[in-house]
T-cell receptor, first 111, second 118 residues
């Protein structure tokens, strides 16, 4: 079983839709949870960062962590064509150097 | 803040030659840098972890003699692909941890280097 599971998609939504992206994980030691956005042929860009359980909101983006279910989500409200990218979840345990990445979900927002 | 650059952004080389890729943290000090490889439509694969002033730690299956990593300063790490072959063609991405934010485990990524070996 992989440490982090993420549906690769692809996911296509109309402009203005609410997008839900999810990851599950198996390692209960993970405490730090991140979402990265990667445009084609570019490096990943950190979008959201969360420590432990709870919600975090930043503009149109909301990150949720449910440690009891080992499940994290990223919601994008009022999606825009510029949101079209691959979204990678990543997580790590305290004191660890490594990040464990999901495979990424490719999102396309259709105008 | 937290900008990481990579050079070159793309490179084409002949089989058998060596290619050096530089990764720099521009506005912070990075005691730890990471090198990843990414194939089309796939996620990031960690190749090695590089700590300033010490030898890199390679992931299982990554040949350390083929992928030479040097982290000579707090702002620069280099990856040299030696005797490159077509199967080494890939997108290589580095990331860096901000030493000033040791309590976090955020990694800031460079823009990547696309290597094509003919």
């Amino acid at each position: 079983q992989k440490e982090v599971e993420q549906d690769p998609g692809p996911l296509s939504v109309p402009e203005g839709a609410i997008v839900s992206l999810n990851c599950t994980y198996s390692n209960s030691a993970f405490q730090y949870f991140m979402w990265y956005r990667q445009y084609s042929r570019k490096g990943p860009e950190l979008l959201m960062y969360t420590y432990s359980s709870g919600n975090k909101e930043d503009g149109r983006f909301t990150a949720q962590v449910d440690k009891s279910s080992k499940y994290i989500s990223l919601f994008i409200r009022d999606s825009q064509p510029s949101d079209s990218a691959t979204y990678l979840c990543a997580m790590s345990a305290p004191g660890a150097n490594n990040l464990f990445f999901g495979t990424g979900t490719r999102l396309t927002v259709i105008p | 803040g937290a900008v990481v650059s990579q050079h070159p952004s793309w490179v084409i080389c002949k089989s058998g030659t060596s290619v050096k890729i530089e990764c720099r943290s521009l506005d912070f000090q990075a005691t730890t840098m990471f090198w990843y490889r990414q194939f089309p439509k796939q996620s990031l694969m960690l190749m090695a972890t590089s700590n300033e002033g010490s030898k890199a730690t390679y992931e299982q299956g990554v040949e350390k003699d083929k992928f030479l990593i040097n982290h000579a300063s707090l702002t620069l790490s280099t990856l040299t692909v030696t005797s490159a072959h077509p199967e080494d063609s890939s997108f290589y991405i580095c990331s860096a941890r901000d030493a000033g934010r040791a309590s976090y485990n955020e990694q800031f990524f460079g823009p990547g280097t696309r290597l094509t070996v003919l």
